[in-house]
């Protein structure tokens, strides 16, 4: 990696003044961004002028021009933003960058693509046409909920339409998949293959055969395995692992957090290594150079938790941190998935056409664990004892009742005042659970746009109106001062950090519907959960997250002001220009 360029910036807009953003009306005066001297200053000619340094990627001093005027020798080249306005890079807390790499090339059946059945199905039918004999066809966002009217592939259809293709699909929410009998004997899956686990399972018909139907990660991994050996070439791989990093950059990251990598072996960690590090290894140089990796330049900082069946991808444990790629902790799930029963609730869901039918959700089913409660607690005790940082997903009330229990038995043994481990999703977090999670240090990322997307669905089918009045409690969490942060759960949603600031502080559905009025929080307590805040969940808040003396020069530009932007049209503010480290990563084009 060439030495990051030295580039300094101004905010124009609120920059957080005591940690985040400097602060300015750039009406008055359009900034100039030094690019070799790295000056940034919001007017050349005002000695006042707020005004930031910056050198080998990092913030070396803010102040005025005036104060900085023995830096101005440096400059070389000068960058008008015409009135652009300029903030700390977004982190994106939890993602899951391996299987949107894996998704990428997929064909697109969602919803955000298609609105009925019969349009998805066409659309299937049509690519079948286009397919070669024995081609692996891989279709995703497979959803009943964002499409009302769709109804799942049986694999008699599947059969029928493709039977000379392998077929898959997966869902919108990744944790229900079909396919067709070619794909199962490809995987060499048949009706007599035991069942992985309870939770996740190979559907069956009334007579014990195979309907197509694949439940949890368990049961799909057989079909991974054959993909990325089969399908996912090297090169396919690292075409695919660019592609997703630069799109990451594109809506303003520059910084990602992979919850729970699904990989079978070390190998492609070189490539996620060689995409992030500022320093290269021997191997990646080598892979380079003859074309199996892509040309280096600078990408988003990547973090990652470890699948806790993945253990021996791990390495040890260390003291010392990389700032740029590294592996934080490791990674359980506690409970599933709203859209298919498997969110644990203390209350059952509601019994409807959408959650019976369409879901296949037992009637009275409250979901339930995935894992025993002293299997949890001997997770819990040997990582944290190794040092690690554990992640949990956990969206139900009672998985969240379950998952803080677990901690708080552990609690006369292990000392969790430094930790930070994290709970994922939280979708209906129990207010009650509010001072025994500062207790003990645990810190929630919530998945806001199930509220965007889904909320209609949960408020008139899955939950009902009451409990869905309380899920994703952002402002309870505000006013207690208890850390956050929010996702988008990529590839489930888009990782587009402004859609998520708009869902928390409107909170409305697709539909316009408000809910839980009480819980909406402002633009600027939003954008904190993708910075500052998510940085400290991975312990990186004294190197990211803000735009700070000694901190790195991760910054966005934007077309728009988001604090004097309307709540309404938060999701059309454009990213135009992004770089970390000092070094430009992407610019809009267009």
């Not at 939890?94 to 894996?102: L, N, Y």
């Not at 990451?248 to 590090?277: H, M």
Request: aromatic content about 10%; glycine content about 4%; overall charge negative.
């Amino acid at each position: 990696m060439k030495k990051a360029l030295k580039v300094g910036l101004v905010t124009i807009g609120l920059l957080f003044i005591s940690y985040l953003f400097l602060r300015q009306d750039f009406k008055k005066a359009p900034p100039t961004l030094y690019s070799n001297g790295h000056i940034i200053t919001l007017n050349p000619n005002e000695p006042l002028a707020e005004a930031m340094f910056i050198e080998d990627g990092k913030v070396i001093a803010i102040g005025t021009n005036k104060a900085l005027e023995h830096y101005s020798s440096k400059s070389e080249s000068q960058v008008d933003l015409k009135g652009a306005t300029v903030m700390p890079g977004f982190i994106d807390p939890h993602t899951h960058f391996s299987i949107s790499m894996f998704m990428s090339e997929m064909h697109d059946l969602s919803g955000f693509k298609f609105k009925s059945n019969d349009e998805v199905w066409a659309a299937f039918e049509n690519i079948v046409e286009k397919s070669e004999k024995g081609e692996w066809i891989i279709c995703k966002g497979i959803d009943p909920i964002l499409i009302p009217d769709l109804i799942p592939p049986s694999i008699a259809y599947l059969d029928k339409i493709a039977p000379e293709n392998p077929v898959l699909f997966f869902s919108q929410s990744l944790h229900s998949y079909w396919a067709n009998s070619k794909a199962f004997e490809i995987v060499k899956i048949d009706k007599t293959t035991p069942q992985p686990s309870k939770h996740s399972y190979y559907g069956k018909d009334q007579n014990g055969n195979l309907n197509g139907s694949i439940v949890e990660q368990e049961a799909v991994k057989p079909f991974f395995d054959i993909l990325k050996s089969e399908v996912l070439t090297s090169k396919k791989l690292s075409t695919a692992a660019s592609k997703v990093m630069t799109d990451y950059a594109k809506n303003g990251n520059t910084t990602i957090v992979s919850a729970g990598i699904t990989i079978q072996d070390k190998k492609p960690l070189i490539l996620f290594k060689n995409l992030s590090i500022n320093k290269p290894s021997l191997i990646g140089s080598l892979l380079e150079k003859v074309g199996v990796f892509p040309k280096r330049q600078q990408r988003p900082r990547h973090f990652m938790y470890m699948r806790h069946d993945m253990e021996h991808l791990m390495p040890e444990p260390h003291q010392e941190r990389n700032d740029f790629y590294d592996i934080l902790g490791i990674k359980h799930w506690y409970d599933g998935s709203p859209y298919i029963g498997t969110m644990y609730l203390n209350a059952p869901y509601l019994n409807t056409e959408l959650t019976n039918a369409k879901l296949h959700i037992p009637i009275d089913s409250k979901g339930t664990a995935l894992i025993k409660k002293d299997s949890l607690k001997a997770f819990i005790k040997e990582n944290h004892l190794k040092g690690w940082q554990i992640a949990i997903h956990t969206q139900g009330d009672a998985a969240i009742n379950e998952v803080i229990d677990a901690f708080e038995e552990l609690e006369e043994e292990l000392d969790f005042s430094k930790s930070r481990h994290r709970l994922e999703h939280c979708v209906l977090f129990p207010s009650e659970n509010l001072a025994r999670l500062k207790r003990l240090n645990l810190t929630p990322s919530f998945h806001i746009n199930h509220l965007y997307y889904y909320g209609d669905a949960l408020k008139a089918d899955i939950l009902g109106e009451e409990r869905t009045e309380t899920i994703l409690p952002l402002n309870t969490f505000t006013a207690n001062e208890i850390k956050y942060s929010l996702h988008a759960d990529q590839p489930m949603f888009e990782s587009n950090p402004f859609s998520l600031i708009q869902t928390a502080v409107e909170r409305k559905t697709t539909s316009g519907d408000t809910i839980a009025a009480n819980q909406t929080i402002s633009i600027l307590e939003a954008i904190k959960a993708l910075t500052i805040n998510a940085a400290w969940q991975i312990n990186m808040e004294d190197k990211l997250g803000s735009l700070e003396k000694g901190k790195y020069a991760d910054f966005i530009i934007l077309d728009k002001n988001p604090l004097k932007s309307k709540p309404s049209e938060l999701r059309d503010i454009k990213c135009l220009k992004t770089y970390i480290n000092g070094n430009l990563v992407m610019m809009d084009t267009e």
